[in-house]
């Protein structure tokens, strides 16, 4: 208990140290500042990185799943009534798809392993997701939540250049939203609650879609 606690002090100190740093620097994520505090932080208190990880990781897997669940919030303020339902919906299987489709035929063509390959495939959805997708399709945790994090964070770092001409919000959301998922939503909350909004309804509908379609697949051509 102790240990958690510790862990959870830490945490919430990058977290409180990496915000201002955000600020003047708001191309670079939270979450990126935060690890190299992180990494600072057990560096100077002489902690291994283990030792946190294992004390850590219980309380905020957790809580990253309550956090998904929260998502809902901002759905239910959205206005569903001027919606292009069409274009959103061809928008987001085309995000889907491709986004399983381009990671696993990179990691092919890199000769990767099996499973290697199968944590590709979770680059679109959050982490949360991920890990149950990763868990069906056996493949590495560590590995899927490394690459689920770096594609967030490389959205998020570089959609202040790309979406630089694009001044409708719902548009920009959403592309942050179905891009970087999680890492990119608190990019579009940066941007303005309408961005935030459809930024949450692209990630959450992109998740749901994905997660039903992918192992489904997967399976059957393992099985067929």
Known sequence: MIGILYAFIITFIAYILAKPCNKKIPQVPVIVFGMFFIIGLLFILGLPYEKYMTNANPLF?????????ALAIPLAAMRYDDLPLKGILG???FASFSAVALPMGLAYLLHMTSPDIMAFATRAVTTPIAINIA????????????IVILSG?????FSPLILRHINDERASGLALGLAA???GTAQAWQRGSVAGRYAAFGMAV???????????????????
């Open 61 to 69: 897997n957790n809580l990253l799943g309550y956090v998904t669940v």
């Open 91 to 93: 928008i987001l299987i």
């Open 135 to 146: 868990t069906l399709l056996q493949a590495p945790i560590s590995l899927v939540i490394l």
């Open 153 to 157: 964070v490389i959205g998020a770092a």
């Open 181 to 183: 998922h999680a890492i």
């Open 206 to 224: 992109n998740a749901v879609f994905t997660a039903v379609w992918l192992p489904t697949f997967i399976l059957f051509l393992q099985n067929s």
